[in-house]
């Protein structure tokens, strides 16, 4: 651990900053350990080059009972992503109010208020990265984007 | 704007039934909009009234939104099997 980082729980244990700030600090640290500059942002309007987000749950072939596991195989557009996202703003502000205390009971301090355009490019290029492999009992899950 | 979807396939299997269907959403666009056109007037008078309520102006954006979620759902695919039960449904 650098000293840097020390620095930052130090300040997180003292409550001279908050979590939040401490998440964001500790990341700003390991971008520049890593010497990796930050991705460029997307701009608006430049539509990411992932078409399908997917989600299959196969059987665990080491597993005994792998036959009867259940098969998903589930392709959601990009374009349905986007455009769900972007229904967020027909969401009353008094129903958004509810969910955004519901989101801060359960630690997760988000405003779904603060989601933009360019946001979800953002977001939706940053999914690219991502991949979720699960292998639990008879079954393997698998989430990824194409 | 993607191109609204064509067609959607819907299969259902279970041990003792059976049940697939290809529905042919390219002919019920037309017949929704008509529907659409007459009930515009209907459409506009609640806009009209709930405009000073804020619940005018999202029925206003929720129309072109739900366009755009109905053209977006083009290639999505959810294909569920078990051993005993199946459903597949794609839009194409």
């Given amino acids: 651990m650098t000293e840097n980082k020390k620095k930052i729980l130090e300040m997180l244990a003292d409550k001279k900053i908050s979590i939040d700030d401490a998440y964001r600090l500790l990341n700003v640290v390991d971008t520049g350990e890593s010497g990796q500059e930050s991705p460029p942002k997307t701009e608006p309007g430049v539509k990411s080059s992932h078409k399908y987000l997917r989600v299959t749950v196969l059987p665990n072939a080491d597993h005994e009972d792998a036959a009867h596991a259940d098969r998903v195989n589930v392709r959601v557009p990009m374009s349905l992503i986007r455009a769900g996202i972007k229904l967020t703003s027909l969401i009353p502000p008094e129903a958004m109010d509810k969910m955004n205390s519901a989101l801060h009971d359960k630690g997760i301090n988000f405003d779904m ?30 989430v990824f984007v194409e | 704007m993607n191109m609204p979807p064509v067609l959607m396939h819907v299969k259902i299997k279970s041990i003792n039934s059976s049940f697939g269907l290809w529905l042919p959403l390219f002919l019920l666009i037309p017949l929704a909009l008509v529907v659409l056109i007459i009930l515009s007037p209907l459409i506009l008078i609640a806009i009209i009234v709930l405009w000073p309520s804020r619940w005018g102006r999202l029925a206003l954006h929720a129309l072109p939104m739900s366009w755009g979620v109905f053209c977006a759902m083009r290639g999505l695919k959810v294909d569920i099997h078990n051993p005993r039960e199946s459903v597949f449904i794609s839009v194409v």
């Fill in chain 1, 113 to 142: 208020r603060n989601v933009k355009p360019e946001d979800i490019e953002e977001l939706i290029e940053a999914l690219g990265d991502m991949e979720v492999d699960v292998v639990s009992g008879r079954e393997k899950v698998k």
